[in-house]
């Protein structure tokens, strides 16, 4: 099978690219010649697509000759919600008509979406999938490209995958993290009580690739996250600190005033400098929200079954990035 991969020079579609090279199948990378392609060229047999997820005609050229398509393309901090929209949204609109202008060969078409889409759980037990209730911009611009994959679910079998925080080796943003308590400092919000759902990189892009063939319906929903259960931020934390093998040497628990007005100035900066910025007051609030997932449906729908636990995932993680240098 030949498969475009969307965002194959981020974190997510780089393991898409190596699993479906690995599992035999043919890989086409869209990527900004401006991308770093460093670990897209070690597999040697990519074929790259030059072009933005926001450039119709690039998309439409890449989309040639594929059998499916598996969209990880995406912004995770913007400088406003229309940047958010224009690349979350109308680059996932581009991606659905160009699997339709070339629907005799595409088959399928994975949409990366993310639990952030379905909006957060009230009590740390999973969130339905429905009804949706988004807090962020990029949360509603993630739900509002879903619904564009799904309107086409008659016209193309699309499969919808919202996974929780992936993390793994060559992560920068839960590296954050893992680099914060090696240094000794162990930050929570709020007590630490909020709850999370993980999924190790590699094993997200099993669940990806599984759905290229699965036996599912078209419109298909699924939450994809590890089998560890929900854990609080402190409970998280303590897992890094036995993957670096140490204690971190202080413990902070932020207030939510402190987040609050930390979140607000740097969202001016982010405006004052028109840069795009992670901490901004919505995300400050959705760090204080539990954001959980349950795998059974997806484990059931794709015969999938992620390899890594919490535990596993991060030892394999915090060892890759020593090796490295990072740590």
């Known amino acids: 099978m030949k498969v475009l991969v969307t965002g194959a020079s981020g974190f997510l579609g780089g393991w898409v690219a190596q699993r479906l090279l690995e599992r035999g199948h043919q ?3 869209l990527v900004r010649k401006s991308s770093n392609t460093k670990h897209l060229e070690s597999l040697q047999k990519v074929d790259f697509a030059y072009g933005s997820i926001e450039d119709g005609p690039a998309v439409l050229a890449a989309t040639e000759g594929v059998d499916a398509i598996i969209h990880s393309a995406g912004l995770v901090k913007a400088r406003n919600e229309a940047e958010f929209q224009l690349t979350n949204v109308q680059g996932t609109q581009f991606v659905i008509e160009a699997a339709k202008a070339h629907r005799t060969t595409v088959k399928r078409v994975v949409i990366v979406s ?16 429905a009804p949706e209730t988004p807090v962020t911009a990029y949360g509603r611009s993630k739900l509002a490209g879903e ?11 699309v499969v919808v995958l919202r996974p929780g925080a992936i993390y793994g080796p060559r992560d920068v943003e839960i590296f954050a993290a893992i680099q914060t308590v090696a240094r000794g400092l162990k930050p929570v919000v709020a007590g630490g009580h909020a709850k999370g759902s993980f999924i190790f990189g590699r094993d997200c892009a099993e669940a990806c690739i599984n759905a290229l063939d699965a036996e599912v319906a078209s419109g298909t929903v699924l939450q994809v996250v590890d089998d560890s259960g929900a854990l609080t931020q402190r409970e998280f934390l303590s897992h890094v600190e036995g993957a670096l093998g140490k204690k971190a040497l202080i413990g902070v628990s932020l207030p939510k005033f402190v987040l609050r007005s930390v979140s607000a100035t740097v969202g001016t900066f982010g405006k004052v400098t028109n840069r795009a910025v992670m901490l901004t007051p919505e995300k400050a609030e959705m760090l204080m929200m539990h954001w959980v997932g349950s795998p059974d449906r997806a484990k059931q729908a794709l015969k999938w079954k992620p390899e890594m636990n919490i535990e596993a995932g991060l030892n394999h993680t915090v ?9």
């Open 114 to 129: 993310s639990l952030e889409a379905g909006g957060p759980s009230a009590d740390g037990s999973p969130a339905p999938l």
């Open 147 to 157: 619904k564009v994959a799904v309107a086409a679910k008659d016209e193309l079998h």
């Open 27 to 29: 890989v086409r990378a």
């Open 319 to 327: 060892a890759w990035y020593r090796e490295h240098g990072w740590l």
